[in-house]
Nanobody, 117 residues
Framework: QVHLVESGGGLVQAGGSLRLSCAAS????????MGWYRQAPGKQRDLVAR???????NYADSVKGRFTISRDSAKNTMSLQMNSLKPEDTAVYYC???????????WGQGTQVTVSS
């Protein structure tokens, strides 16, 4: 089993910055990807950014140039630096870890990010 704990999030004004962190523990297969997804009220959960254990990244078009994902694979931690935040970034953000061999997904409990205009 894999356990993910998120930290960060909160309320910020438009144009501001926040940093989300996620720590993974448990039976973590070394070939994996970690990522952040977000879900706004009434909408589906969408990918924000993702990074593999090899360092390959991909971002949603809406956050490119504003958000940066990073990870420390030795410590099984991941961060998302969010700059130039917009009201449309408001959502619950979820940490995700995917075993790239089995495709099993694990989720954190979610953390609220609210951007005021």
């Amino acid at each position: 089993q894999v356990h993910l704990v998120e930290s960060g999030g909160g309320l910020v004004q438009a144009g501001g910055s926040l940093r989300l962190s996620c720590a993974a523990s448990g039976s973590i297969f070394f070939i994996n990807a970690m990522g952040w997804y977000r879900q706004a009220p009434g909408k589906q959960r969408d990918l924000v950014a993702r990074i593999t254990n090899g360092g390959s990244t991909n971002y949603a078009d809406s956050v490119k140039g504003r958000f940066t994902i990073s990870r420390d694979s030795a410590k099984n931690t991941m961060s998302l630096q969010m700059n130039s935040l917009k009201p449309e970034d408001t959502a619950v953000y979820y940490c995700n870890l995917q075993n790239l061999m089995t495709r099993n997904n694990y989720w954190g409990q979610g953390t609220q990010v609210t951007v005021s205009s």
